[in-house]
C-alpha cells in the first residue's frame, strides 16, 4: 500500500521556521516526484515546492510565493522528502500534503497532510 | 501562469442523478507529446485529495466507472452518471502540463440535494 506520512506540523511565530518531513512506504521512491501542495483550512489547493527524482536530475522548482524562503529536498536512503520553511508569515498557514507522482502527471497519491499555523 | 477556472462552484444533485463539472484553462495545456495533463481530484469532508482521472480522461484503479474525464486544449469535463452519497465533497482540477506552477482550479463543492 503506498503511503506518505507527513510530519513537523505545529504552531509558530512569524519570523520563525519548521521542517517538514514527509516519510513514504509501498512504493519504490526513486521513481517518483514528490511535489508539496497546501491547503488554508477551507479554502482550495496550492502548488509549493517540486522536487524531482534521478531520471529527472534532480529539478527543483518553488511557487512565486515562497521562492527564497522555503527549500524541498529528498534523501532517497530514507525513502523521505523535506521541506524546510524560513521566513514564515501568517499567510503560509494551511495543511501541508506531501504527494507523489510520475514525472509527467506530477501528482497522484496523497499523504494526510500536517497543519503548519503561523500567528503570534 | 495558468489558470483554471472551474463551474460551478456549488452544485446540489439528487441521488442517481448525474452531475458534470467543468474545466476551462486560460490557455492549451496540450503538451508537445499531444497529451494534455488534465487531472481531477475528489476531495471528502476531512480528508485529503484523492485523484479520479489523469490525462483528462483516463480512470484511476479502483475508481468507480460512473466517473467519467473529457476534452483538450482548454476545456475540460468531469462527469459523473449517477451521483451516490460517498460522492460529495469537493472537486478540483490540476493541469501540470506548463509549470511551474501547477495550478489548480477554485474547487466545485458537491452536495446531495
Known amino acids: 500500500e503506498v503511503q506518505l506520512v507527513e510530519s513537523g506540523g505545529g504552531l509558530v511565530e512569524p519570523g520563525q521556521s519548521l521542517t517538514l518531513s514527509c516519510t513514504t512506504s509501498?512504493?519504490?521512491?526513486?521513481?517518483?516526484?514528490v511535489n508539496w501542495i497546501r491547503q488554508v483550512p477551507g479554502k482550495g489547493l496550492q502548488w509549493v515546492a517540486f522536487?524531482?527524482?534521478?531520471?529527472?536530475?534532480?529539478?527543483?522548482a518553488y511557487d512565486a510565493s515562497v521562492k527564497g524562503r522555503f527549500i524541498v529536498s529528498r534523501d532517497e536512503s530514507k525513502s523521505s522528502a523535506y521541506l524546510q520553511m524560513t521566513s514564515l508569515t501568517t499567510d503560509d498557514t494551511g495543511v501541508y500534503y506531501c504527494t507523489r507522482g510520475d514525472s509527467s502527471n506530477k501528482v497522484d497519491s496523497w499523504g494526510q497532510g500536517t497543519l503548519v499555523t503561523v500567528s503570534s | 501562469d495558468v489558470v483554471m477556472t472551474q463551474s460551478p462552484l456549488a452544485l446540489s444533485v439528487t441521488l442517481g442523478q448525474p452531475a458534470s463539472i467543468s474545466c476551462r484553462s486560460s490557455?492549451?495545456?496540450?503538451?508537445?507529446?499531444?497529451?494534455?495533463?488534465l487531472s481531477w481530484f475528489h476531495q471528502r469532508p476531512g480528508q485529503s485529495p484523492r485523484r479520479l482521472i489523469y490525462?483528462?480522461?483516463k480512470r484511476d484503479s479502483g475508481v468507480p466507472d460512473r466517473f467519467s474525464g473529457s476534452g483538450s486544449d482548454t476545456d475540460f469535463t468531469l462527469k459523473i452518471s449517477r451521483v451516490e452519497a460517498e460522492d460529495v465533497g469537493v472537486y478540483y482540477c490540476m493541469q501540470g502540463s506548463y509549470w511551474p506552477p501547477i495550478t489548480f482550479g477554485q474547487g466545485t463543492r458537491l452536495e446531495i440535494k
Open positions: 490525462q483528462a480522461s
Open positions: 522536487a524531482a527524482h534521478k531520471p529527472s536530475h534532480g529539478t527543483i
Open positions: 490557455q492549451s495545456v496540450v503538451w508537445s507529446d499531444g497529451t494534455s495533463y
Open positions: 509501498g512504493f519504490t521512491f526513486g521513481d517518483y516526484v
